[in-house]
């Protein structure tokens, strides 16, 4: 049998916790159960450690003082140093893989040191300096492998295979990269190794590194999984799986034990921060299930996401909100188009680098809405307000930050009459109007907007109307 298993942060949190990580994959690699386990882990950075080196990058910059870089490397090396020393109990390894840290982190050194004295902080510079986050915690979660008696590697994105466009801080998998993955894994299974691979961060082709985006390494670990035909990919969380709402928000809320990956693509677009928003599309097409598996209950099944569309009845499964969301209702001019409109909008917008969250355009006005993030507020009023300069386009627009959106997610919506009605009666009888609403043909996702202060209520309504956690 053979797994691809990636354990996040919050798993490798200190010492203690990497030696039980190690302990549980010796056990599942070991297990007696008659089935020879071939195991690729995927590691993400040290908890915190991603975050900590995105805050550090810019305020070096902005700082200037090398003995300032100084003082932060070597805190940051006896951190590291330390989870080493209390996950790794064999002294002949605790030494080579300090050595390898010290390596690591005198690369990491340079480069800060570099951006320091240059005064500027690139998207390259900024991903290589982020990736020293999983090149330091791969070399402590080999090595503790090691200690125990498992014949642990450990390699980077690059040496993995991750190919990479020049995407950063969101790259993405170049076509062909598949090959090289299997190419460089595949042996080292056939050794009886287990790889220790850096998540979250790749290689371009001339061999600069690139990160693909907060919480990839899910994304590294399901791309491992298609690439190499695994049977299945195993995403360690301190999470039960994949749940029916945010269970701080929703009373009664549960783990979905099966989801398929359309619902959880859904999901993983629309707020839900189980998951890495593009972990989904790799294994699509091998047809690879993935678990979320929770890490305080190791024997529970997870939530299984697969293949099938549907296995419970339910038309929705989940409700989902994304807080902090900001709508933008733009009136056009009489003079355009609506397509005119909504090319220029758009073009702007994509330019700027706003992401969208929902659109709809009422076919009677001469009107677009657009829900947006509202760290993005800013960004994209002053791109309207440029394509405005002389008036022939918009001829208002105004922008409401007071608002939440939401989502209904379920495969088994589609082509099922009264799903909307359900949802929509839920909230009229709550007393919670709604400003915007949209439902993409797919049919997988009904969404809508409304103001913050209905949002749980609403999201409570929903989630009792469909039953969603039974
Ligand atoms: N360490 C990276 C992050 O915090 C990747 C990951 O955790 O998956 O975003
Ligand atoms: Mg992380």
Not at 48 to 55: A, G, P, Y
Request: aromatic share 4%; charged share 25%; glycine share 10%.
């Amino acid at each position: 049998m053979r797994l691809v298993m990636k354990f996040g942060g919050v798993a490798l949190a200190n010492g203690g916790k990497i030696k039980a990580v190690a302990d549980l994959i010796k056990g599942i690699k070991e297990e007696a159960d008659g089935k020879e386990k071939e195991l690729v882990i995927v590691t993400s950075a040290l908890f915190d450690v991603t975050d900590l080196l995105h805050e550090t990058a810019p305020r070096v910059v902005k700082e200037g003082r090398v003995e300032k870089v100084k003082e932060f490397v070597e805190a940051f090396r006896a951190k590291h140093d330390t989870v080493a020393s209390d996950a790794i109990a064999d002294e002949r390894v605790l030494n080579v893989v300090k050595s390898e840290l010290k390596e690591r982190i005198e690369e990491l050194e340079k480069a800060l040191i570099g951006i320091c004295l240059l005064g500027e902080l690139t998207a390259r510079s900024c991903d290589y300096i982020v990736s020293f986050g999983e090149r330091l915690a791969a070399p402590i979660l080999a090595g503790t492998l090691q200690s125990i008696g498992i014949d642990a590697v450990h390699l980077t994105g690059g040496e993995a295979g991750i190919i990479t466009n020049k995407g950063f801080g969101n790259a993405q998998l170049i076509t062909g990269a598949e090959a090289t993955i299997r190419a460089r894994i595949t042996p080292l299974l056939a050794d009886n190794k287990v790889p220790v691979i850096c998540g979250y961060i790749g290689e371009t082709k001339e061999g600069i590194t690139t990160t693909t985006g907060r919480g990839g390494s899910d994304y590294t670990a399901t791309l491992i999984g298609a690439a190499i035909d695994a049977d299945e990919t195993w995403l360690w969380k301190e999470t039960e799986g994949i749940m029916s709402a945010d269970p701080k928000i929703i009373k009664d809320a549960r783990k979905i034990p099966y989801v398929s990956y359309m619902e959880a693509m859904e999901l993983s677009y629309f707020g839900a921060s189980v998951l890495h928003p593009r972990a989904i599309e790799p294994v699509i097409k091998k047809k690879v299930p993935i678990r979320v598996k929770n890490l305080l209950m190791p024997e529970d099944e997870g939530t299984l996401i697969g293949n099938k569309s549907e296995q419970t009845k339910k038309a929705a499964k989940a409700i989902t909100l994304i807080e902090n969301t900001s709508i933008i209702n733009i009136v056009g001019t009489a003079v355009k188009s609506i397509s005119e409109l909504a090319a220029r909008i758009f073009t702007v917008l994509a330019a700027e680098g706003v992401d969208i969250i929902m659109i709809s355009h009422g076919s009677s006005e001469r009107a677009i809405s657009i829900v947006i993030n509202s760290a993005q507020r800013k960004k994209a009023i002053n791109a309207l307000q440029n394509i405005n300069s002389n008036g022939t386009v918009i001829r208002d627009f105004t922008s409401n930050s007071n608002v939440c959106a939401m989502g209904v997610v379920g495969t088994g919506m589609a082509g099922t009459p009264g799903v909307a009605g359900k949802v929509f009666s839920a909230l009229g009888k709550e007393g919670v109007s709604v400003i915007m609403i949209s439902q993409g043909s797919s049919e997988y996702n009904i969404s809508f907007v409304a103001k913050k202060e209905d949002a749980y209520r609403a999201a409570q309504a929903i989630h009792d109307m469909f039953e969603m956690g039974k």
